[in-house]
Structure formats: structure tokens, C-alpha cells
Nanobody, 114 residues
């Protein structure tokens, strides 16, 4: 059973930083895509950032210039460095991975106070 295990969420003030980590446990294969989605209360889940095994990245317009996604292919691990956090970044952040099928983490809460 493959699981994506997230860590790094928490409570911060506006302007501060957090780094989220997501590691695949129980897997012996590589993910072609690793990334992050988020869901705020009353809103649908939205794409935050994606990183492919080839090194290309995709960011939501709302986080460009503030968030950086990176991955360690050997560890099947993806990171999201979040700088200059804003209250509107408050959401549950979900790790996403694509191999032969899609995988989702359980989510980690990020709360940014004003």
C-alpha cells in the first residue's frame, strides 16, 4: 500500500515561511509527477504546484514568486517552500503523486494569521 506522507504544516503569521514535505512510503517505483493542491473551507481543491520527473514545474498564478517546488527523485519526495505567506494561503494542503495511478496524501493544515 503506497502512501504519501505529508509534514511541515502549521500556524504562522503573514509574511513568514513554511516548508512542506511529502514522502512516498511503501513504494518501489518513481512518480512521474509530484505536486501540491490545496483546499480552503467552502472552496474546491485547486492546483498549487507540480514538478515532473524531468524537472519542469508549474505554479498557480497566486503563488508564483513566493512558492518553490522541488523533488528528490531517489527518495520519491517532494517539497514546497512557501515564503511571504498570506492569509489567503490558509488551506489544507494535499500532496499529489502520479505513477501508474494517482495518489493523494491525507492533507496538512496551513494557517496564516493576519
Amino acid at each position: 500500500q503506497v502512501q504519501l506522507v505529508e509534514s511541515g504544516g502549521g500556524l504562522v503569521q503573514a509574511g513568514e515561511s513554511l516548508r512542506l514535505s511529502c514522502a512516498a512510503s511503501g513504494s518501489t517505483f518513481s512518480f512521474s509527477v509530484l505536486g501540491w493542491y490545496r483546499q480552503a473551507p467552502g472552496k474546491q481543491r485547486e492546483l498549487v504546484a507540480l514538478n515532473t520527473s524531468g524537472g519542469s514545474t508549474t505554479y498557480a498564478d497566486s503563488v508564483k514568486g513566493r512558492f518553490t517546488i522541488s523533488r528528490d527523485n531517489a527518495k520519491n519526495t517532494v517539497y514546497l517552500q512557501m515564503n511571504s505567506l498570506k492569509p489567503e494561503d490558509t488551506a489544507v494542503y494535499y500532496c499529489y503523486g502520479r505513477a501508474l495511478t494517482n495518489y493523494w496524501g491525507q492533507g496538512t493544515q496551513v494557517t496564516v494569521s493576519s
